[in-house]
């Protein structure tokens, strides 16, 4: 037989894949033969591309056998794998993260060294791939991270975005949109595989066949889109352990349009197909706020559907018994996007592999579990029915009829209480019939979390309260992490090596080691070299900032950050009227200038392109900025600095120069915040309110290196109850009023008062985040913050004691409780 002459016999052919010496000799020798071999070029002739793009081959080449390895045994092997639905996974660079994990950093620079190439141009054209808005796809990336690092068989899955979150500029100071071609030079960390697409299938109708004497649904889609699978390795740090993040990309299938080919319009019929590839051509740019599009919930589908075929397909094994997939996945739904996965999983059991009804929904609610990563009732999904049903039809059998069996459920418990069923049922009636996605998750979940105490805590009490009440078993608290490895020992390597000298290498994968600081801070000598750290922290990030054609840092100043998404609800307007009311203090003379603490006001933020409030506050803080900079009664004591584009390669340089964290939002409206967690830990004292992570970081650090302020959130809610003018607050305070009507006189806008009006009228008469109510509090704050900072040594002391308290906001550890009290998986060896 021929199958038996085609048996590998040459010994290469049978040896395990084995990776290349790992020496400076061997890596270089693996460079210059992919710089060869796979850009075609030699190294004379090659240019930083080509540099980069061999690099980033040579680094896969040594993670390659185990990647190979821990994929084979991902089938064989018992453990339960943690499948992360996500529409978001905001990466970052990849060379710098994937070289530390492979512990290839030193040998690598000398390599480079060693062929005449200069590292950090080579570094420089790496484009992040930004596949992702914010805090939710950022997220992700540190959980994934840190589930490599811990052994945890995991596959990430998402949507490979052919464009990312938009390329931010800056016209006149207002915000630009362009399309962010992350893959135009290349894409070296993913690997595609057509030949492993899963068709995924749309719109058309159900109907109901007899088989052998059981009556069974099926659906009959009228379209099709092709999911091929883009595999990116997720190295884990220093324990061998390479994961997969797979991401899908839409394709169409090869069955043109039959009839419009036919008749002749062979463009026409290309068309079709360009329609299909448009699900995953771009990332919605909505951070907390979906525009409920059609093909938003085809991008939604499209991932879910194509993963849990791939699980059970690919990974699994053969002939599984489906009883058992409990044991062998949890399905992690990152927020309501991948909620859709609910239904589908049920009409591939029920349909597709025909178990009954009862069995399958038994089987679901055990392998899905969902985090709501909001507050805002605007944020959380819902999805008009007749667009679900016409998009996916079937789905919206299965949605109702678990929607039935759900309330019927809830009738047994609480009786015909109407108002609580309509409460409380997936379908909301108003303002028109649609699905609450959160509610779906809630009901199928065998676990729900929020991101912190606090959102926790609100999410029982509020948003899914009846749900609570239901299933109080049903919900826990998981505070959220970030990634030590990328947001300490890669952002901020001068400080890694401090902390290394003092306390040994061990932290970067047990972060609670940094409590071995506190020690040292007040230690005068460890002092001066955690401040000099910071210096030149701030002289990085300047050249950084100038190499980017913006102002350097001044020497002296103390540096102020307020880095996240631009909302409303994060309140970067109340920052803006602190920085007008000393402004106005100093050009009216009611400060003295030689008094005022020299600061630096940074801001890194992308607003939604739709969101004209958001954007009109980008444009006053550029406003701001061009005239307190440049006047010269300050006399250089004041610099806003707005950096275009922030995003995950920014934040890695500002993040290790920042003296103060601004985290500033309503309190009850952060849900967690990680950029928070990320200063802290690199020494930056936190401003905030009691919001969020917030509190625990407080809590943590404690009261005497955190400068709190503001109302907390139930001062909030009874505010709102008893009925909140903000006008009044304006009247009574004459600094807030001056520092407003300097901005509606015109004085940031060339004397045109019609630019801020609407900014300036929302503030007076509506101001749904209350930034007028908590002023006054957040001046004194600022006050107390520089007498604080007049006292070098006492400050730096507390930002030693932020660095050593902030261990517990390592992502490690939030994996670990999300494998304790979610998941209830094991890493494996
Ligand atoms: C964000 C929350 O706003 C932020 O507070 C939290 O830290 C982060 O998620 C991670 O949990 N939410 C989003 O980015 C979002 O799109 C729907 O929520």
Not at 540 to 554: K, M, N
């Amino acid at each position: 037989d021929k199958s038996s002459e085609l048996r590998p016999t040459h010994p290469l052919a049978v040896a395990p894949v084995v990776a290349p010496a790992a020496s400076v000799d061997g890596f270089t020798k693996q460079f210059l033969q992919n710089l060869n071999f796979d850009q075609g070029v030699t190294l004379s002739t090659s240019d930083v591309n080509d540099q980069y793009l061999a690099l980033a081959y040579t680094v896969r080449d040594y993670l390659m056998a185990r990647w190979f390895d821990d994929r084979a045994k991902q089938k064989t092997q018992q453990a339960k794998t943690v499948c992360y639905l996500s529409a978001e996974y905001l990466l970052g660079r990849q060379l710098d993260n994937n070289l530390l994990a492979a512990r290839l950093t030193d040998i690598a620079t000398e390599a480079l060294a060693q062929c005449g190439i200069d590292f950090d141009a080579v570094r420089a054209v790496e484009i992040e791939p930004g596949l992702g808005n914010g805090g939710l796809g950022r997220l992700a990336a540190c959980f994934i991270d840190s589930l490599a690092t811990m052994s945890v068989p995991t596959i990430g899955y998402g949507i490979r975005y052919e464009y990312g979150i938009f390329r931010q500029s800056f016209a006149d100071g207002q915000q630009i949109e362009q399309p962010d071609a992350w893959t135009r030079m290349g894409s070296p960390w993913d690997f595609a595989h057509p030949e492993a697409a899963q068709t995924i299938s749309f719109a058309g109708h159900t109907e109901t066949y007899d088989d052998e004497g059981v009556t069974r649904s099926r659906w009959i889609p009228e379209w099709n889109v092709l999911a091929v699978p883009y595999n990116m390795m997720v190295p884990g740090y220093h324990n061998g352990r390479v994961n997969t993040l797979r991401l899908w990309r839409a394709v169409a299938t090869n069955a043109f349009d039959l009839h419009t080919f036919n008749s002749g319009d062979y463009v026409e019929s290309v068309r079709a197909q360009t329609f299909a590839e448009n699900i995953s051509k771009v990332l919605y740019p909505e951070d907390s706020t979906p525009q409920g599009k059609e093909l938003r919930l085809q991008q939604q589908y499209f991932f879910v559907a194509a993963s849990i075929a791939d699980f059970i397909e690919n990974v699994l094994p053969d002939d599984f018994d489906l009883e058992k997939l409990p044991e062998r996945v949890i399905f992690q739904l990152n927020d309501t996007h991948p909620v859709i996965g609910v239904p589908e999983l049920m009409r591939v059991l029920v349909d597709e592999k025909k178990l009954e009804w009862d069995a399958a929904w038994a089987i679901t609610q055990k392998c899905f579990a969902y985090t709501c990563h909001t507050l805002l009732p605007e944020a959380l999904e819902v999805w008009p029915v007749d667009l679900l049903g016409r998009l996916l039809p079937r789905h919206l059998e299965i949605i109702y009829r678990i929607n039935d069996d759900f309330l019927l459920e809830v009738r047994e418990r609480f009786g015909d209480d109407e108002m609580l069923i309509r409460n409380m049922s997936i379908i909301g009636e108003h303002p028109s019939r649609s699905v609450r996605m959160a509610y779906l998750a809630t009901v199928a979940g065998s676990k729900v979390n929020g991101v912190a105490e606090l959102h926790s805590q609100l999410l029982r009490d509020n948003v899914l309260k009846d749900f609570a009440q239901m299933w109080p078993d049903k919900f826990t608290n998981v505070t959220n992490g970030v990634t030590p490895r990328r947001f300490l020992r890669l952002a901020n390597p001068e400080l890694s090596a401090l902390i290394t000298e003092a306390l040994g290498a061990g932290w970067t994968v047990d972060l609670e080691r940094l409590r071995g600081l506190e020690a040292l801070a007040d230690d005068a000598d460890f002092r001066e070299r955690f401040a000099a750290v910071k210096a030149s922290n701030k002289r990085r990030l300047s050249r950084v900032l100038e190499a980017r054609g913006e102002a350097p840092l001044d020497d002296g100043h103390l540096l102020d950050v307020m880095i996240k998404r631009l909302h409303e609800y994060k309140r970067q307007t109340l920052k803006v009227l602190h920085i007008v009311s000393t402004y106005e203090g100093i050009v009216s003379g009611r400060l003295d200038v030689d008094a005022v603490q020299p600061r630096t006001f940074l801001f890194g933020a992308k607003a939604a392109p739709g969101y004209g409030m958001a954007k009109r506050i980008i444009h006053l803080i550029n406003a701001v900025g061009d005239v307190v900079s440049a006047d010269e009664r300050v006399q250089g004591k004041l610099k806003v600095l707005y950096p275009a584009n922030y995003n995950v390669t920014l934040a890695e340089s500002i993040i290790p120069a920042a003296d103060l964290s601004e985290q500033i939002s309503l309190a009850g409206k952060e849900a967690s915040g990680t950029g928070n967690m990320k200063l802290a830990l690199n020494g930056a004292l936190t401003i905030g309110t009691d919001d969020g992570a917030n509190v625990e970081i407080r809590k943590l650090v404690g009261d005497d290196n955190f400068f709190l302020f503001g109302m907390s959130e139930p001062e909030v809610e009874a505010l709102w109850a008893e009925g909140y003018r903000p006008a009044d607050f304006y009247q009574e305070d004459g600094e807030l009023r001056r520092a407003i009507d300097l901005i509606a006189s015109g004085a940031f806008s060339d004397g045109d008062r019609s630019v801020f009006e609407p900014l300036v009228s929302n503030l007076l008469y509506d101001d749904r985040f209350m930034a007028l109510a908590d002023f006054r509090s957040y001046l004194d704050a600022q006050d107390r913050v520089d007498a604080a900072y007049a006292d070098q040594d006492a400050w730096v002391r507390s930002a030693i004691l932020n660095v050593a308290r902030s261990g517990y906001f390592s992502s490690d550890r939030a994996m670990r409780d999300y494998l304790d009290r979610i998941w209830h998986a094991t890493p494996i060896s």
